[in-house]
């Protein structure tokens, strides 16, 4: 059994790095730390895990965690990278679900997150856990960081075009969509049922800390610089992302073998579906399950690609990825503990 | 591996029993019967299942189901009562999820469902499947009526008051509360999400098929008759039933003792949980697992007792609850593919 | 023109105040204040005010609200009773839509809610406004206790009952359901659309506040004592009251005139609807409107009567009834300001 | 006092007709037509509009129609067309807010819509009815093509750059998300609240009938083809339509001046709101109101600019763009009828 810490596990992806972890036949759980807390068992916090859970949020204690094989920081921005020396030098694993080491460029993730790194040089030794891109980092890697919800959404839809050289990279479009959870569990005015059910809005059209993070991912895939413009939007349902991504095709006459290269690009990857041609997939086809569902379109047989990607911002998009790349690092069935079916309806 | 098939299953309870029996460690589905979408996959229908299950709807066919080891219907009232013979004459094991076999009184039936029973035999053999009061009787059945979600709820929360003798059983009442799934899966304008979303109302005040099922349960474990008010509620949600039951208690001063009562009552039971004194149980807590989670309150010190009790109307009160007794006509673990923590948030 | 003033204006209450006064052809709203909020222009806090209100919020300013016709109070409860003393003495109608002034025996409002009362003198001059009770009183009143959103919807279900006499009124039962908009626009996680959307639950089962409200005016029409269980319930939706309220008949013969005394009893009320028998009044029926639509049921010809009645939280239930209590005070047209028709679908 | 005929009152367009209608000052409503509900009071129908509406539906009756001043067609593609002749002919005025006289090109018509169109000759004399563009044409009409509710949002949002050549026109994109109640009120699997709530996707990715008809519009203001790529998808809300539009600034330079340019654009228009710079327009905004709401963005310092457009579908987007056409036709204010105040929230 693989001895598990979690730090700050009262948010969202927190509870459900639970709800995968306590059903997971290779994990046992030993700590989860929530200073604010401290003392309260996580079943009366969170019902659901009533007779799966046994266990109370504790402080964090680094004599603890460092007896665990994997920690996964479940943590606001800016907390992991404060505690990831001790637990990388004990020989721990580490995942962090926050976008501590996401970013390689220390003074781009400084000036979008707002403060200075603790530890660059662990940036740079950290794997970015997109285990369809970097699976072999990730079995060798001893800290992860996990992708953000939009950017594993945007990245799976396009990384096939682009790898393949097929579109204009200078002026791509993602247009993306969320559930109210990626907002997360604080107390929030903005995200009051009262306020954000019954309406939809675009917020950050600015610049959202994601964008750095898809353009590094596609800028490596593209090997040149890409221009993105991506707005994000806030869907009145709980769970999913929808990514809408538009890119114009260098020569139209590959339209018709897009389905097939998606096909081939992902046919060895469980938790990656391209749809039949046509489809339309549903937020709710992947609700609490690992998956990336993935359709291509080329409407009006134009030059313009248009890509429908869909995840659960929490599983596939934070708690379940994070799981994922667990079972690389440890050898284990990539899908230990991710076999759910999603919740239809 | 137990060989099973399903009859009807493009309704919510279809697909729910597919979710749960696609996951089962135990069980191989054979065939899944649907006249109206013969040859289609049934991941067509329901994406969730790409990947988990590779089976069409085929025509209900005898010399298949026969072949089976047990069959469910998922069918609309009147359909499990002209197949169930042939099935049971074969040594098949039926678990009927609609409503042919839950009333022992013929006339009753006939009068409340408008139709002549085809089978009065049959319902006097069949068990009615609550396997927290007939687990015995469930064991031995070749025939199981699965109770209504209404029924399971109320049931659960009113039986332990009524077998020990605790409350004026002439004049209950049960408020109850169920999500849009529950009115099924067919072509309606009044379950459209612009009609039922973002208001809620009473229905079939004047009665309802669940109330005559209800009282049935009620009786037997009160050795006498009870009155019985049942007003069912259209919640804007898509899972979940919340029973509201208010019943005098004979005596105050008991009030203090019910909390212990009930859970000594339940204590073996795993699909039933008796939360603290002082809970209030969210339908949430139990959205796609097979828990009922009940909660006593006596309030202001008076003789009234309320208890609140929440199932997720697709499991619990539909194919969960079927399973759950499949599990126990075939003797394995109760919780058999029914271990699936509830999706929260 | 009435000059209005507005303490308060940020939560739901007073946005919906917004709403109707800035569209109600006699009035002129003078301020509208918030401290916390000062100087922001309303239309930024609610863009939906747009072209509507060209105010901003100030400071509460005694020189400026003395010089209104009237004041509402949109405040927490508290609040109201240590400023109306002044408005009052100098002149100034004053309608509170929070508790202060709404419970006669001091003693029990400081239990319910927790403060000593600041000018006991006052809550015996206030008038309660449900104006289909007290409409005489208020037209003379210089003080209004604006009734609570649940005390509204089951005073108006259950009063003709009362005071005809026709039920035992020892173990009344009103089960209320509301949406998500009654536990205000505070910043909370137990209202974030991710924890109480997709779920059901009871609250306040072992005493909500408006349990001493709504007992006080049935006690008032039933001219003696009543027992009443109240359980308010959370509906995933964010405007609308639903209350289910159940009472045995005295004699069961009068269940088939309940219909005719309704219509007689409210014959004269513009905002009270009683609904053909057997109709299920819908919430939606009611959202942005000031009416109550009401439905009696007297199920399988028993002895328990059911009355369904449902309002919207914030018209009926709070600022529309608040209009409607101006409206009389000053003699306008009752439904002045008042005459949307609800938002459906 | 205009007197006015509706044929199809019974679907959503229908009913938000009779809401604005019966409430607006200088209207008679003669006649609502519906040959499925011939007899049904509307009221039965839409309790919201009991006491406002005192009709029945009807069957069609041209001997009453002809006495119209003006027919509101709220019918299913097709039936307009039928009719609309014997009603000009007979000087009543007709606004069709389905599409059959929307699109000039007839056999354009005839490809998306799928029938022969029966009166081209009426469609070469229709006016289409956006009167931000259109109003002095409007004024002249007796036959207003009431615009589709995507191209309302799309149009009002990208015309300023587009008349202004501000923008590259080959390769717009409009990512267009609408509430489930543009689908309509007929049964439907698809939009019932278990299938469209918790859920988002996209759909009529390869044509929506929308396409043409705002590529007409766009082309007309351009004075040459426009390239667009528009992509509808399905919002879990009721009401709303929230349409992110991209497109390529010829010179990015003139970001900075695109706000200051909206807002004369749109100065004279009282239903067009252009928000500050930096706003982020919510669909619950304009919810129940005839606005449409506006914010421009030009992310990154890039050459993509980003507009934002919000509008309620059945009402700037249906009924209420409607009762706006008909204000002009008969030279009342613009906004009679049409000063509600969006609902929020």
């Known amino acids: 059994m693989i001895k598990v810490g979690i730090v700050g596990g009262t948010g969202y992806t927190g509870v459900e790095l639970l709800r995968l972890l306590a059903a997971h036949p290779e994990v046992e759980i030993q700590a989860i730390t929530s200073r604010s807390e401290k003392g309260l068992p996580v079943a009366d916090m969170y019902p659901n895990l009533r007779g799966h859970l046994d266990l109370a949020f504790s402080e964090p204690d680094m004599s603890v965690l460092t007896n665990c094989d994997v920690v996964f920081f479940a943590t606001p921005n800016g907390i992991a990278m404060t505690m990831a020396r001790e637990l990388v030098d004990a020989g721990v694993k580490v995942i962090d679900l926050a976008a501590d080491f996401r970013i390689k460029d220390i003074n781009e993730w400084s000036k979008w997150y707002g403060m200075e790194h603790a530890c660059p040089d662990l940036v740079e030794k950290a794997v970015y856990g997109l285990p369809e891109v970097n699976r072999a980092e990730i079995k060798q890697a001893q800290l992860i960081a ?187 069935n990539e899908n230990a503990g991710l076999t759910a079916i999603a919740l239809v309806p």
């Open 146 to 332: 996990n992708p953000g919800c939009y950017p594993t959404a945007v990245q799976l839809g396009l990384l096939p075009l682009i790898e393949n050289g097929l579109i204009e990279t200078d002026n791509l479009i993602a247009d993306a969509k969320s559930g109210v959870s990626g907002a997360g569990r604080g107390a929030a005015v903005a995200t009051l049922q009262a306020e954000s059910s019954e309406s939809f809005k675009a917020y950050g059209v600015a610049g959202h800390r994601h964008l750095p993070e898809i353009k590094q991912g596609l800028t490596i895939a593209n090997k040149a610089d890409v221009g993105l413009t991506f707005v994000p939007h806030l869907v009145p349902m709980i769970r999913g992302i929808h990514a809408t991504c538009y890119a114009r095709l260098k020569d139209k006459n590959v339209a018709t073998r897009l389905q097939s290269l998606y096909e081939k690009h992902y046919a060895n990857e469980i938790f990656v579906d391209v749809m039949p041609a046509g489809s339309f997939p549903e937020t709710r086809s992947v609700k609490g399950a690992n998956y990336c569902r993935i359709a291509i379109h080329v409407p009006q047989e134009g030059d313009t690609v248009v890509i429908l990607s869909v995840i659960d911002n929490l599983v596939k998009g934070a708690a379940g990825q994070a799981v994922q790349n667990m079972n690389i690092m440890f050898g284990l």
